[in-house]
């Protein structure tokens, strides 16, 4: 099967940037989010992206209007209706995910494959919400997109050889070099990323080293290119908390229970980045 157009359900950080992905590598990309507002800011953040390419002389001006002309916003499902492959990247929640699984079902066409772009959960969960289980899988892809050259594929207990196969074509027309796991809690990378997370808050909370140690630490000694709690304000200390008790749920282990400055911080709304405050500031 080759897959020419491709549909992405959310434009927040992570839909966006996989929209925006597909769209430079070719593809016929149509967008969704639930209103106008949140379609507009989605699409402007992708038209930033892009504009940021062309003043760097990454990308020339008319480049830029080609990856925009096969871009595509919308807030109905039904323009769906001719991808052949669609990466669902709404939030982290498993029924809302299954209700967008089970409309993707009724209004792709019978060939086409539905991934999720989900850190953590079930993907065989999702799956059985369509009639086709054999044609989902996970498309784990990193953050931000454009620069992250993973993709982490998961293959659940029903996904064919054949969609596995479709799917690894794709993430490597992305530009992305793609691994494989299995559906279990976490996939590879965050079943690794997780427990060193919240190690890392344990340290803060037990008053062993400073934020900024510990980041130092991790950045010169490890030449990881940032600190494991920059790398939270980044990617958002509520989605770190999702994940740990997501994982924890399913394996009991206590490395993933998150501690108690993490769940404090989340009820501060201290969540990194995005709220302007987590272990550091981000003055608007
Ligand atoms: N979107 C697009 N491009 C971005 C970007 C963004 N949000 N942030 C940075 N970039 C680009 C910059 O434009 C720059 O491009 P250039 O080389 O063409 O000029 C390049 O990335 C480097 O950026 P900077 O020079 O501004 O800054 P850094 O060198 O510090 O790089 C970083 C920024 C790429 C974010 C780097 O610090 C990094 O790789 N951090 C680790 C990120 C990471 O680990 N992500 C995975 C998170 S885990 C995950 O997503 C899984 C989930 O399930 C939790």
Same mark, same amino acid.
């Given at each position: 099967?080759?897959?020419?157009?491709?549909?992405?359900?959310?434009?927040?950080?992570?839909?966006?940037?996989?929209?925006?992905?597909?769209?430079?590598?070719?593809?016929?990309?149509?967008?969704?989010?639930?209103?106008?507002?949140?379609?507009?800011?989605?699409? #402007? %953040?992708? %038209?930033?992206?892009?504009?940021?390419?062309?003043?760097?002389?990454?990308? *020339?001006?008319?480049?830029?209007?080609?990856?925009?002309?096969?871009?595509?916003?919308?807030?109905?499902?039904?323009?769906?209706?001719?991808?052949?492959? +669609?990466?669902?990247?709404?939030?982290?929640?498993?029924?809302?995910? $299954?209700?967008?699984?089970?409309?993707?079902? $009724?209004?792709?066409?019978?060939?086409?494959? /539905?991934?999720?772009? =989900? *850190?953590?959960?079930?993907?065989?969960?999702?799956?059985?919400? =369509?009639?086709?289980?054999?044609?989902?899988?996970?498309?784990?892809?990193?953050?931000?997109?454009?620069?992250?050259?993973? /993709?982490?594929?998961?293959? *659940?207990?029903?996904?064919?050889?054949?969609?596995?196969? !479709?799917?690894?074509?794709? #993430?490597? *027309?992305?530009?992305?070099?793609?691994? +494989?796991?299995?559906?279990?809690?976490?996939?590879?990378? %965050?079943?690794? &990323?997780?427990?060193?997370?919240?190690? !890392?808050?344990?340290?803060?909370?037990?008053?062993?080293?400073?934020?900024?140690?510990?980041? %130092?630490?991790?950045?010169?000694? /490890?030449?990881?290119?940032? #600190?494991? /709690? =920059? &790398?939270?304000?980044?990617? #958002?200390?509520?989605?770190?908390?999702?994940?740990?008790? !997501?994982?924890?749920?399913?394996?009991?282990?206590?490395?993933?229970?998150?501690?108690?400055?993490?769940?404090?911080?989340?009820?501060?709304?201290?969540?990194?980045?995005?709220?302007?405050?987590?272990?550091?500031?981000?003055?608007?």
């Amino acid at each position: 099967m080759e897959i020419k157009r491709v549909g992405v359900v959310g434009c927040g950080i992570m839909g966006s940037g996989i929209a925006q992905v597909a769209a430079q590598s070719g593809y016929q990309v149509v967008v969704s989010e639930l209103n106008d507002q949140l379609l507009t800011k989605g699409l #402007g %953040n992708i %038209n930033s992206a892009l504009s940021r390419s062309v003043e760097k002389g990454k990308m *020339s001006p008319e480049e830029k209007e080609a990856v925009l002309g096969r871009l595509k916003g919308t807030t109905r499902l039904e323009d769906f209706g001719d991808c052949d492959f +669609v990466v669902e990247a709404v939030v982290e929640n498993m029924e809302e995910k $299954k209700k967008v699984f089970a409309a993707l079902d $009724k209004v792709c066409p019978k060939h086409a494959i /539905l991934a999720s772009n =989900t *850190s953590c959960l079930s993907i065989i969960e999702m799956a059985m919400a =369509t009639q086709r289980p054999d044609q989902v899988l996970g498309a784990h892809f990193f953050n931000p997109v454009p620069v992250m050259r993973l /993709l982490e594929l998961v293959r *659940s207990i029903a996904t064919s050889d054949q969609t596995l196969e !479709a799917a690894k074509k794709f #993430g490597e *027309s992305l530009g992305k070099t793609v691994i +494989v796991a299995k559906d279990a809690p976490g996939f590879i990378v %965050n079943h690794l &990323l997780l427990p060193f997370m919240l190690d !890392a808050v344990r340290l803060v909370e037990r008053g062993f080293a400073t934020k900024e140690d510990i980041d %130092n630490g991790v950045m010169l000694g /490890l030449n990881h290119p940032m #600190g494991p /709690l =920059t &790398l939270g304000d980044l990617i #958002g200390w509520d989605t770190i908390c999702f994940i740990a008790d !997501a994982i924890y749920e399913e394996l009991k282990d206590p490395r993933y229970a998150p501690p108690m400055l993490l769940k404090h911080m989340v009820l501060a709304g201290k969540l990194g980045r995005k709220t302007g405050q987590g272990f550091y500031d981000y003055p608007k």
